[in-house]
């Protein structure tokens, strides 16, 4: 980690035999995965079912829980994320998070953009104001809030704030960009704006979304995965998943006799 | 008789209704009573030696063949002491209550946060007697240039002790008030514990933490017992943090065996303007406060 | 690469704020423990029987100041818990919100809270011992110490009765019940471990005031009280009495005592708190 340049040689990601207890609870089990580069993953399942955990962790947000304790793998691109030589910091830079509630800072539109640039040593205005223009372009929100940079991002409608969100993650150049339920306090019209945005995001960064919603899923994702109980039943490309699924647990979810 | 009985509790309910009523203007009165004496005796006080001379004569000397009273080293005084002793004591009760927030481990922080509270209790003149008699001899042997222990070093000190629980308390509270959300946010960003605490947690509860700074001052602004007990009480202008010197509050109960009716009018002069430094940070924590649960 | 090193530079900042946060704490547990450990170790040496029980003479007794205390404690206590309750009770029973007279009087009670203890002191010797004439006495003091807690029992008290749930008053409304009835069957009496851990906390003021006696009961150490009307003094005033006068044994000494006292009651409110909140939970209400 001796450059903030630094990135991993691919943004493929395999999570191999991941195991994760909180306590006594075991909330995944031995879960395989293989997130293919420059796609969109979705990840699907009823509530409380593992998905979200095991979203988090790809960024290691699960550090943050006392009594967690994880077994397996995560490699992005061949690098084990859970090594002792990885800087969690440079971790996160790379994989950035949008949660299921918006959470904008309570600052200008402009601050929250900037904070991940600063954070990460860039302080020169114009180097700052050219990521602040460029992340809020790719989250296809620039011309919306372009003149009012200044004004606090909590003045923004839902919909607009999850964007700001999406750029604010896009600030720090990720690789890979993990989305829980984005879009499920949202509106219909702002949905279809993050879905729109997160088809022409993919070929830059590798999208992994939760989702609770079966139809988003078909819409947008190239691979899904179907999470029960801590494990994965399923997995493939989505319209294997929904046309021909193998097992029966997933078959009975998709066509709605359970969820 | 039931009519009776029903026109009995009516009277009943109306009566009890006018007790409690009367009980709740009691404070209005209360008030009311304690204005009216004040400025009933200290404006016309004012008005008398004149409100130049009250306020920026630095003389007092209500005793003296000529009596003076200026209250300027006084004001001055009290200023030193209350801007000292909370710039120590809510800097450092902030960093702690942040500490407490986010770096101890939660099993540590209630049992933390209760002895701290209990700490809070203890009565002023203790503060007082160990002013007294540690704070003071340390800072006459080891600090002072002048051979005195006595001053605003000893008094902001002192204060800034006292204040410790009431800052601490009111800062983990605003910045447990903060969302989650916003911290959750910005280490998913990839800034450290450190950083999302300082400088996202920490503004956001900015307002929270203001009123409590506005509540201490209030608290050093008002102190009496633990003040007189180790600041010397000659009323000359303060010009070292080692002199003796007093504040508004120790002038009026240093004076308190002087009973001319002037000098005591001069007390009561006194008095009013402590009140009303007082009134406005009162106004202001009040404030400060509703607008703070307005947001929530 | 300057960005590497900017980098850096900001999280090793902060993670030496993060130090100093811990040396702020450290610092402030430490500054008042020493206080109470102080007190404890200079002043247990000096506890001799004379002190707390004899008679003022020769050598000096804080029994007068024990009697003086209590006698505080009625008075103060006698006077602003009735007046207080009842106010709570018109406050949060009868009062409408936005009712001007309403917000007068909150914002009375606001104020009185913030008014510094020796102006209270001023005020009581201005109408207890001028004007009414008593000159020192415990009754002026208890009675200046009445208005100054009275916002506080007002304050907590309300907070108490304001959390008993709607739907008892209800029930109690649908069996034909009054509102006075209500209010002293069924509201206070749910309210009442709020009420009286409010009072023991007011106690705790009471004992440990002195700016305000200072100039109401007239410091007087070596008599004991006889009635109210007499002057007299507290454990509160003795400490610094024997403070100022060269007595720093006696001080320390007269400290773990006030000290001893205070945190009892402390612990006592805060151990009803958590027996009630207990009770609170075992019948499903909150």
């Given at each position: ?259 | ?94 960093l702690?209550?942040?500490c407490?927030?986010?770096f ?88 450290s514990?450190e950083e999302?605490?300082f ?98 | ?7 850096r530079r900001s999280r090793n900042f902060f993670a030496s704020l993060k130090i100093a946060s811990m040396v702020a ?262």
């Open positions: 980690m001796d450059s903030l340049d630094w990135a991993f040689p691919s943004s493929a990601l395999e999570a191999k035999d991941l195991s994760l207890h909180y306590g006594p609870f075991e909330a995944l089990k031995k879960v395989n995965l293989k997130v293919k580069a420059q796609e969109v993953t979705a990840l699907i399942g009823p509530s409380g079912c593992g998905k979200s955990t095991f979203l988090r962790t790809l960024n290691r947000m699960n550090d943050l829980i006392p009594g967690c304790h994880l077994e397996g793998q995560v490699r992005i691109g061949g690098v084990d994320i859970y090594a002792k030589a990885m800087d969690v910091s440079l971790l996160r830079k790379r994989v950035g998070m949008v949660f299921q509630k918006p959470n904008p800072f309570p600052m200008s539109i402009y601050d929250n953009i900037a904070f991940a640039p600063r954070t990460f040593g860039i302080r020169k205005k114009e180097e700052l104001d050219a990521i602040v223009i460029a992340s809020l372009r790719q989250a296809s929100i620039f011309e919306e809030v372009k003149d009012r940079l200044r004004e606090s991002a909590l003045a923004l409608s839902g919909g607009q704030q999850q964007r700001l969100c999406i750029a604010r993650a896009l600030a720090a150049s990720p690789q890979i960009l993990l989305l829980d339920e984005p879009t499920s306090a949202l509106d219909p019209i702002s949905t279809a704006k993050i879905e729109d945005l997160l088809a022409t995001l993919k070929s830059a960064v590798t999208i992994v979304i939760v989702t609770h919603n079966l139809q988003q899923a078909a819409r947008i994702a190239d691979t899904t995965a179907f999470f029960l109980l801590g494990e994965i039943v399923e997995s493939g490309t989505t319209e294997d998943m929904f046309r021909r699924p193998t097992d029966k647990r997933t078959e009975n979810y998709i066509t709605g006799r359970f969820g | 008789m039931p009519t009776s009985s029903l026109r009995y509790r009516t009277f009943r309910e109306k009566a009890m209704k006018g007790l409690f009523f009367l009980s709740a203007a009691f404070s209005l009165l209360a008030l009311g009573a304690i204005i009216a004496y004040l400025f009933a005796s200290g404006i016309p006080f004012i008005a008398k030696v004149g409100f130049f001379s009250f306020f920026f004569s630095t003389t007092w000397a209500p005793l003296a063949t000529i009596p003076q009273y200026g209250v300027f080293a006084m004001v001055l005084t009290t200023l030193y002491v209350t801007a000292l002793s909370v710039a120590i004591g809510a800097s450092i009760g902030l702690a209550a942040i407490l927030f986010r101890v481990p939660s099993r540590f922080v209630t049992p933390l946060r209760w002895l701290i509270d209990l700490l809070a209790g203890i009565p002023s003149v203790i503060y007082g007697l160990f002013g007294l008699i540690v704070i003071v001899p340390f800072i006459r042997d080891y600090v002072s240039t002048n051979g005195m222990g006595y001053g605003i070093l000893a008094a902001s000190l002192v204060l800034s002790i006292m204040i410790l629980p009431t800052m601490v308390s009111v800062s983990y509270d605003a910045l447990k008030a903060v969302s989650p959300l916003y911290y959750e946010g910005a280490l998913a960003l990839g800034a514990r999302a605490t400088k996202i947690v920490l503004p956001a509860a900015k307002s929270g933490i203001f009123a409590g700074l506005v509540l201490s001052s209030g608290r050093a602004l008002g102190e009496t017992m633990a003040v007189i007990m180790v600041i010397g009480g000659s009323p000359q202008l303060p010009v070292s943090l080692t002199e003796s010197v007093r504040t508004l509050t120790a002038n009026i109960a240093m004076g308190a065996s002087e009973l001319t009716s002037d000098a005591l009018s001069a007390l009561v002069a006194t008095g009013v303007v402590l009140f009303v430094f007082a009134l406005i940070l009162n106004l202001s924590f009040s404030f400060l406060r509703g607008k703070e649960s307005g947001h929530v | 690469m300057s960005d590497l090193r900017a980098f704490l450290g610092v402030s547990l430490v500054a008042l423990v020493s206080i109470v450990l102080f007190v404890l170790i200079r002043g247990t040496g000096n506890l001799t029987f004379q002190l707390l029980f004899g008679k003022y003479g020769a050598s000096p007794s804080i029994w007068p100041a024990f009697l003086g205390t209590l006698e505080l404690i009625v008075i103060a206590v006698g006077v602003a818990a009735p007046i207080g309750i009842a106010s709570a009770i018109f406050l949060s029973e009868y009062a409408e919100r936005d009712f001007w007279l309403i917000r007068c009087i909150r914002l009375a009670t606001e104020t009185l809270a913030g008014i510094p203890s020796i102006v209270y002191g001023l005020f009581g010797y201005l109408v207890f011992v001028v004007a009414c004439g008593w000159g020192y006495s415990l009754l002026g003091g208890g009675l200046t110490l009445a208005i100054m807690i009275l916002p506080l029992i007002v304050r907590s008290t309300e907070e108490s009765l304001l959390s008993v749930p709607m739907a008892i008053r209800e029930g109690s409304y649908a069996l034909g019940a009054g509102k006075v009835r209500t209010i002293f069957a069924v509201v206070l009496p749910s309210a009442s471990e709020g009420i009286l851990t409010s009072l023991i906390l007011a106690m705790g003021r009471v004992v440990s005031e002195s700016a305000v006696l200072i100039m109401t009961v007239g410091m007087v150490v070596n008599i004991v009280p006889v009635s109210p009307l007499s002057a007299g003094t507290s454990l509160a005033l003795d400490i610094y009495y024997f403070a100022s006068f060269g007595y720093p044994e006696e001080a320390s000494a007269t400290a773990v005592v006030l000290l001893l006292f205070v945190l009892s009651l402390n612990l006592l409110a805060f151990l009803l708190a958590r027996l009630f909140e207990r009770k609170k939970g075992l019948h499903g209400q909150s």
